[in-house]
Structures are given as C-alpha cells and as structure tokens.
C-alpha cells in the first residue's frame, strides 16, 4: 500500500537548521510531483514546498523562499527539505504529500497522497 513516512523533525533554536525526508513507497516515486505542507495550531494547511516530477523544477512559499530546499532522491524514492535560519514562526507539523495529476501544485487538494507528518518546533 501506499506510505508516506516523514522524519527529521525535532526543536530547534532560532537560527538553527533541520532537515526531513520522506521515504515514499507503494506507489511509482519518480511519475509524482512531491511537496512539503505545514500546518501550525488552529491554522490552516499551507504549502511550503515542492519538486515537480519531470525536470525537478522546485517550488517554494514567499515565507520559506531563500531559507528552504526541497529535493529529491528518485533511486532512493525520497524527498528532503532543508530548512534553514528557522524562525519560531515555522513552528509546524510538517506533512510529505504526492500528487499526479498536472497543474496545482500549489494546492493541499491537488495531492492524493500524504504522510503522518512530523513535528518541527523552532524556539525563540
């Protein structure tokens, strides 16, 4: 069956750097567009991220531009973000999604599959 399986999270200060992965399996890795969400308490779902499964063509929140790097690893059917000079506002739970369908990779509803999500705390 389909799995998603997010790790890497953990607290961090202010300043400091995590990154996650994403082991994907059940399902044709490198035929899907892969993206990070983060939902913060009593916040919506929101994009962060996301790598396109053709040329690895990346997308990026205005938030997270310049601070994070999504990338991916079709041998090893893995997706990363690298977040970097995390702020408290990143505080989340960060949550691997694939889709396959063209277009809307920027929308929660687009994305057919997802993780269980990990937990990322960004101290002040």
């Known amino acids: 069956q389909v799995q998603l399986v997010e790790s890497g999270g953990g607290l961090v200060q202010a300043g400091g750097s995590l990154r996650l992965s994403c082991a994907a399996s059940?399902?044709?890795?490198?035929?899907?567009?892969m993206g990070w969400f983060r939902q913060a308490p009593g916040m919506e779902r929101e994009f962060a991220a996301a790598?396109?499964?053709?040329?690895?063509?990346?997308f990026y929140a205005d938030s997270v531009k310049g601070r994070f790097a999504i990338s991916r690893d079709n041998a090893k059917n893995t997706v990363y973000l690298q977040m970097n000079s995390l702020k408290p506002e990143d505080t989340a739970v960060y949550f691997c999604?694939?889709?396959?369908?063209?277009?809307?990779?920027?929308?929660?509803?687009?994305?057919?599959?997802w993780g269980q999500g990990t937990q990322v705390t960004v101290s002040s």
């Open positions: 999604a694939a889709k396959s369908r063209p277009g809307g990779i920027y929308s929660a509803s687009w994305y057919a599959y």
């Open positions: 059940g399902f044709t890795f490198s035929s899907y567009d």
């Open positions: 790598i396109s499964r053709s040329d690895s063509s990346t």
